[in-house]
């Protein structure tokens, strides 16, 4: 059974930094497209950072550029989102995705997506 679980959100005041986990199982995933989204309340979730495939290359929503990092431990299974000078406007639950097939000019659309992590809250507070 393939499984995303997400961990390391919290509570951060402004200007903080928090780093997300997400341990895959159930298969080898170091060959998958990993992504991070968010979803605020009211609204949509939308795209924050994708590793694609096993090449590596990183891409960000322009709203995080120069404050998140995404990186894979490929031998842990695992993806991280290193977020840096968080402001109000990160708070939400951020989720992982995974997919094996997905194209790099569909890695922004949640919906293109195979498998979800259950989310894990990030709230910052001014």
């Known amino acids: 059974q393939v499984q995303l679980v997400e961990s390391g959100g919290g509570l951060v005041q402004a200007g903080g930094s928090l780093r997300l986990s997400c341990t895959a199982s159930g298969r080898t995933f170091s060959r998958d497209t990993m992504a991070w989204f968010r979803q605020a309340p009211g609204k949509e979730r939308e795209f924050v950072a994708a590793i694609f495939r096993s090449y590596g290359r990183t891409y960000y929503a322009d709203s995080v550029k120069g404050r998140f990092t995404i990186s894979r431990n490929n031998g842990e299974n695992t993806v991280y989102l290193q977020m840096n000078s968080l402001n109000l406007d990160d708070t939400g639950v951020y989720y992982c995705?995974?997919?094996?097939?997905?194209?790099?000019?569909?890695?922004?659309?949640?919906?293109?997506?195979?498998?979800w992590g259950q989310g894990t809250q990030v709230t910052v507070s001014s």
């Open positions: 995705a995974a997919d094996a097939t997905i194209i790099l000019s569909s890695i922004r659309e949640a919906r293109n997506y195979d498998y």
